[in-house]
């Protein structure tokens, strides 16, 4: 028992200290799953020993105390937080104790929406006036921020009524989700670089610190957004359903993720929902971190009430996390196709979001020195979608003074010439352009899928090809024969012949595929289709002068003096020639630009049945288009497949035109016909 209230103590006294840096500081130390599970064992151990729980433990309250800076205010009702589930069966476990209060012969349905991992306010309106508004803080006393929270569009200062629609209630407390789009979060870092200062670890972090500014003006500088999900105190009697009541708060004008709420009629339909927001998180534009579970009918959640810090008819399902903590072994450099040196730090493995994660980029030099980051350190790393994972920050609490710092070595670590860093660079590069690990990496970016797309070499068959002094440049897999490939280890006949078959057909591509293949510095798959569609020909291009690459729309001055220097390079120009020696001709570029999709932008979502998205856009392009990622003012068309995202409900709000899969295709042979 003394090892359990040990236990217990230093667990309180953990959650205590990370809820101070969470909430107050806003800057955690430790990713939300290692809090998570530092919570869990007090919850589980406080359940086992009921006779241990006191009216302090982090489990009986919400947050932290507010900021002395701010004034302070009372919530009428406390602003509680969620229980957390990991699984299906803590959802089964989560209908049986509602069951258990209602009734067994009671029918649940329940609403699920996306949980956006932001700050939690609350705002009051009386006789439909924007009042008062504040933080959460410790779930009772929260901190006025009536000022800073007037600068958020998306708060209306005064509520509406629809004709005909509810009337607007003369008290209305609205409990809301502050919080910054992925996109203004990785803009506003990028200016606090740029300005010295230090960038925000998150999305969360940078909408708690801007939201809880003493100078409202420093505020409404920064891109913040809400949404309402919930009430505290009304002076007119509820809605009769959960949904009711948010699509009342939309008719008053305040913003709800409607269009991402379900209602759901089992626990199983539940799951799947949450499970289906899990595969799309990454196609938010805002981080969500998990799923809200909620009972749908309000005197069902009347009658279940709440714990002592949490409602008994709502619970929050986590995601699998994109964060978690490890430590580093050891740090290396690696060389990259341009020659950059790129630190990266190999990592005790750990699992984040299915996926075993055993090393991490760290970007470069000044970013180490930023961070503080070294050998033996313990960190929070990061995997959020497709990007690389890496190093968020070090949790300098758990240094022992073991820790070692790392400095880029002043020579290549692969053909020991000594490196340089040019005006204006961050990065560290080997000059060598014949540095065997820059051959390897040119000439797997070569024959990757959006390059020459060669099917059958890998990274693997092309080391080995290198080491068997078969190719060293890219004009040397056109010479490959049958026999080369089959003096290979572990290479079949069958294998050595479909690969011979890969590098025929890729003969056949276009001029945008070429020029992108050759690995031009910042001439990514977009800037070569841009310069394809301007210069018609390779020849009209390696002919132009700097001006005249500068002058076309997109192309900055980096980006065309990179151009010119390729081209300029006898080496480069020979490959060059000798590549189309090899039989390489290019299908045309693009068709008259008097097709009606002349200068029209698309936008995809969603997953098409009958091509891949890369093959739409490719037609879109060529047939005089352009092809946007994110919607806009400027996106003319929204393509929806099946499953689309969030794209979806931001194009209808800004009124643009959505086409189906069956729209599109016919707009496609409208196209062929009148061409």
Request: charged share 30%; hydrophobic share 35%; net charge neutral.
């Amino acid at each position: 028992m003394d090892d359990v209230v040990k236990e217990i103590a230093n667990l309180r006294d953990k959650i205590r200290y990370h809820n101070r840096r969470y909430y107050l500081l806003d800057d955690p130390e430790i990713p939300d799953a290692e809090y998570d599970r530092l919570f869990q064992r007090l919850l589980e151990l406080e359940q086992k020993y009921p006779e241990l729980v006191t009216p302090d433990s982090p489990t009986q309250r919400v947050g932290a105390e507010p900021k002395k800076a701010f004034a302070e205010v009372r919530h009428r009702q406390p602003m509680l937080s969620l229980e957390n589930c990991f699984g299906l069966q803590d959802l089964r476990d989560f209908e049986t104790r509602a069951m258990r209060l209602l009734g067994n012969n009671i029918i649940i349905d329940y609403t699920v929406e996306p949980k956006i991992d932001g700050l939690a306010v609350e705002l009051v309106y009386e006789k439909g006036s924007l009042t008062v508004a504040s933080t959460r803080g410790d779930g009772y006393v929260g901190e006025d921020v009536t000022q800073n929270i007037k600068t958020i569009l998306d708060v209306p200062i005064t509520l509406t009524q629809k004709r005909g629609g509810n009337p607007v209630p003369d008290l209305l407390e609205v409990r809301g989700e502050v919080y910054m789009e992925n996109e203004a979060f990785l803009a506003l870092n990028r200016d606090r670089k740029k300005n010295g200062l230090v960038p925000f670890a998150n999305p969360r972090n940078a909408a708690a610190g801007s939201l809880r500014q003493l100078d409202p003006r420093v505020t409404a500088k920064r891109p913040l957004n809400m949404f309402s999900y919930g009430i505290g105190e009304i002076s007119t009697s509820l809605p009769a359903t959960y949904f009711e009541l948010m699509v009342c708060l939309q008719e008053w004008g305040l913003r709800v993720n409607r269009a991402h709420i379900r209602i759901c009629q089992s626990i199983d339909e539940t799951m799947q929902y949450c499970q289906y927001l899990e595969e799309k998180r990454s196609e938010f534009p805002y981080e969500i971190d998990g799923a809200v579970i909620k009972v749908n009918r309000m005197d069902l959640q009347a009658r279940l009430g709440e714990k002592a810090r949490s409602p008994r008819w709502a619970i929050a399902y986590k995601f699998a996390p994109v964060q978690e903590i490890t430590k580093i072994t050891k740090i290396d450099v690696q060389v990259g196709r341009t020659g950059a040196l790129t630190p990266v730090a190999h990592l005790e493995p750990v699992e984040i979001g299915g996926v075993l994660v055993k090393r991490a980029t760290l970007h470069n030099q000044e970013e180490i020195t930023r961070k503080d980051i070294r050998e033996l350190d313990t960190v929070i790393v990061q995997r959020a979608g497709d990007v690389i994972p890496e190093v968020v920050k070090v949790v300098k609490s758990k240094r022992t003074g073991r820790e070692k710092k790392f400095v880029i070595p002043d020579r290549c670590p692969v053909c020991n010439t000594p490196v340089e860093k040019r005006e204006g660079e961050v990065v560290i590069r080997c000059p060598n352009t014949k540095c065997p690990a820059q051959v390897r990496e040119s000439l797997k970016h070569f024959v990757s899928k959006g390059a020459m797309d060669i099917d059958g070499l890998g990274d693997k068959v092309i080391t080995k090809m290198i080491e068997k002094g078969l190719i060293q440049e890219e004009a040397d897999i056109y010479a490959l024969t049958l026999e080369d490939l089959k003096t290979l280890d572990k290479i079949e006949e069958k294998s050595a012949n479909n690969i011979i078959m890969a590098i025929e057909n890729s003969k056949q591509t276009t001029l945008a595929k070429f020029i992108y293949a050759l690995g031009i510095r910042h001439v990514g798959e977009h800037v070569a289709r841009i310069i394809a569609d301007h210069f018609g020909t390779l020849e009209r291009l390696q002919n132009s002068s700097l001006e005249e690459i500068m002058s076309v729309k997109g192309i900055g001055e980096e980006t065309a003096k990179s151009i010119v220097a390729y081209f300029e390079n006898e080496s480069n120009l020979r490959n060059v020639r000798r590549l189309l020696e090899s039989g390489i001709r290019f299908e045309g570029t693009s068709l008259p630009p008097s097709s009606s999709i002349a200068g029209k932008t698309f936008v995809f979502t969603g997953s098409l049945a009958s091509m891949r998205r890369s093959e739409a856009q490719d037609i879109i392009l060529k047939r005089g288009g352009k092809v946007g990622s994110q919607i806009s003012p400027n996106t003319d068309y929204l393509v929806m497949g099946k499953s689309p995202g969030s794209k979806l409900d931001k194009a209808k709000s800004m009124g643009i035109s959505v086409l189906t899969e069956d729209d599109f295709l016919q707009l496609l042979g409208e196209l062929v016909n009148n061409e």
